[in-house]
């Protein structure tokens, strides 16, 4: 029997989507062994400073360990959020599939009486670390007070019950994923809060030589999943921003007809750019770049600056 070794971060979701992951190969190759393999990152050990991170240019601090156990060979096949994965892959590394994505909405979890955004009492106090989240929510509300809460999902939902904060805006796509769905008190739709690119779906990174795991991996990609998020990605890179920048992006296929809508925002919320492009499915990566670029005409370029700043 042949193993595959599965590596990914050993934070609660990622064990859960990796064991979803292994458990939707294991449908496909029942003959392969999967072994899981959790291995630390730069992201795990400095929560304390992920903007710092950012802000050094450093996008890959929740992967750069686990792409270098694909390099020595000690994983074969990565599971990431896509969110977090950087728009290019390292030398010698691919993305060999992309699963079918969950919901790709934000959603709220309030404390008693706080149940929907758009009744949360004035002045409300709504805890998230995301600068993309911080400035949609501000332009649609700039009577909220934002503020910053880090960590995991646990401790994000632990912060809600000591009374700082009346409600949390998190993925609805870790909630579901690691069985907390029920937590979920309003799923926020895109025209008010656009995720993020690539927000709900994961990437099976691979070797780029190895023919055996990429093909392993390959048996769960899901094309329409791959139209949208390759979509909200080339947006992304064409705006030469990363995982930290004030950025929206969600891609919906009718029909073969790909519609993606993209948001860039100044950090207080008091501009926000917003616009869509459509096409062909097909074209997917170049809906994403003529976003991008109709975007940087109309100045979306100062509020990425800002944001790095
Ligand atoms: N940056 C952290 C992160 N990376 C992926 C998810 C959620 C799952 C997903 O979007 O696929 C989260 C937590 C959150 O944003 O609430």
């Known amino acids: 029997m042949r193993t595959v070794t599965v590596g990914t971060r050993g934070s609660t979701l990622a064990l859960a989507q990796t064991r979803w992951v292994i458990a939707r190969l294991k449908e496909e190759w029942p003959e392969t062994e999967f072994r899981l393999q959790t291995i630390s990152t730069k992201g795990d050990r400095n929560r ?17 360990e686990i792409e270098d156990a694909l390099l020595q060979n000690r994983v074969d096949i990565a599971v990431h959020s896509l969110k977090d994965l950087p728009t290019e892959q390292p030398e010698g590394l691919e993305v060999a599939s992309i699963p079918k994505r969950v919901d790709s909405r934000d959603v709220l979890v309030g404390r008693e009486g706080a149940k929907k955004l758009a009744d949360l009492p004035q002045g409300a106090r709504v805890g998230t670390s995301s600068i993309r989240r911080k400035a949609f929510l501000k332009s649609y509300r700039p009577d909220l007070q934002v ?3 880090r960590g995991n999902i ?24 690691t ?41 769960i990609h899901d094309h329409l999943t791959d139209d949208r998020i390759t979509a909200e990605r080339e947006f992304l890179a064409g705006l030469g921003a990363g995982c930290m920048a004030p950025v929206g992006a969600h891609a919906t296929v009718k029909g073969g007809t790909l519609t993606l809508e993209g948001w860039v925002a100044a950090l207080d919320g008091t501009h926000v750019i917003r616009a869509t492009s459509s096409g062909e499915a097909g074209e997917c990566a170049d809906i994403g770049a003529e976003l991008a670029e109709d975007m940087l005409k109309q100045g979306a370029d100062r509020f990425i600056e800002a944001a790095r700043a």
């Open 147 to 149: 503020i910053d809460l």
């Open 154 to 177: 646990d401790t994000r939902l632990a912060a809600l019950g000591t009374g700082d904060y009346d409600a949390i805006i998190l993925a609805a796509a870790g909630l579901i994923r």
């Open 48 to 64: 304390e400073s992920l903007e710092q991170l950012a802000q050094k240019g450093d996008k890959g601090f929740w992967v750069k």
């Open 179 to 219: 069985e907390l769905r029920h937590r979920i008190d309003e799923f926020i739709e895109p025209d008010i809060l656009l995720p993020a690119p690539g927000q709900g779906a994961l990437a099976l990174e691979t070797r780029a030589d190895d023919d055996l795991s990429i093909e392993v991996a390959y048996a």
